[in-house]
């Protein structure tokens, strides 16, 4: 069964360090997102990209964030200059269509902590 | 009022037993509805849709109360297995957003 993927399962950084984290979506799926829990807390919606630009971006998603579809298969989420709070899970999710009845499928996640 | 609202639980129950969920909503535009299954430091996975007139997958059954604005999820014969953490999704009809509730915990107790 196709499946999300996620690298790497647990990133360590210090406070400040730029972080890169990778996904590859299901392979006929065209939308993409990314989302983030930190511990003990919901699951919150950060972007939305469809057709190699953002559809959708949270509050959340400010000037240090970015995502990008480097080639067919991979998407990336990096933080440019990592602080204490950014540490959480981030999933990544895909979906076939935009279809709001649709089904996003999402990856097993990198956990990311600050130093 | 929170987008989404749960009762975060525990909910204790017996195996066997039924067990049941509510959900609310505020905004009332919001057009699909989910239920999503999440085990302790996994990613969430879909549980099901809930459509306008209910629908039922083997011992889950989801309802939807447009006019009171909540959803519901009715687990019978719970198993050791169903012990988890039931999120309540709702996609609003503005964006592509999907708005996550915190979720409740199910312990089933052997």
């Known amino acids: 069964e196709p499946e999300v993927t996620q690298t790497p399962s647990h990133q360590v950084t210090q406070m400040g360090q730029e972080v890169i984290l990778r996904c590859v979506p299901i392979s006929n799926h065209l939308y993409f997102y990314w989302y983030r829990q930190i511990l003990g807390q919901k699951v919150e919606f950060l972007v939305s990209f469809y057709n190699n630009e953002i559809s959708e971006k949270s509050e959340i998603f400010d000037d240090q964030f970015s995502v990008e579809r480097p080639d067919g298969s991979n998407f990336t989420l990096k933080i440019r200059s990592t602080k204490l709070e950014d540490s959480a899970m981030y999933f990544c999710a895909s979906s076939v269509s935009r279809d709001k009845y649709n089904e996003q499928f999402f990856g097993p996640g990198t956990r990311l902590t600050v130093l | 009022r929170k987008e989404v609202e749960q009762d975060p639980g525990p909910f204790n129950v017996p195996e066997g037993a039924t067990v049941a969920f509510n959900c609310t909503y505020s905004?009332?535009?919001?057009?699909?509805f989910f239920w999503y299954r999440q085990d302790c430091r996994k990613e969430p996975k879909l549980l099901m849709s809930?459509?306008?007139s209910g629908n039922e997958d083997g011992r889950f059954t989801a309802q939807l109360n447009r006019a009171s604005q909540y959803i519901s999820l009715l687990i019978r014969d719970s198993k050791l297995s169903d012990s988890a953490t039931y999120l309540c999704?709702?996609?609003?009809?503005?964006?592509?957003?999907?708005?996550f509730g915190k979720g409740t915990r199910l312990h089933i107790l052997p």
């Open positions: 809930v459509y306008s």
């Open positions: 905004n009332s535009a919001s057009q699909s």
């Open positions: 999704v709702v996609n609003r009809n503005r964006d592509d957003k999907i708005i």
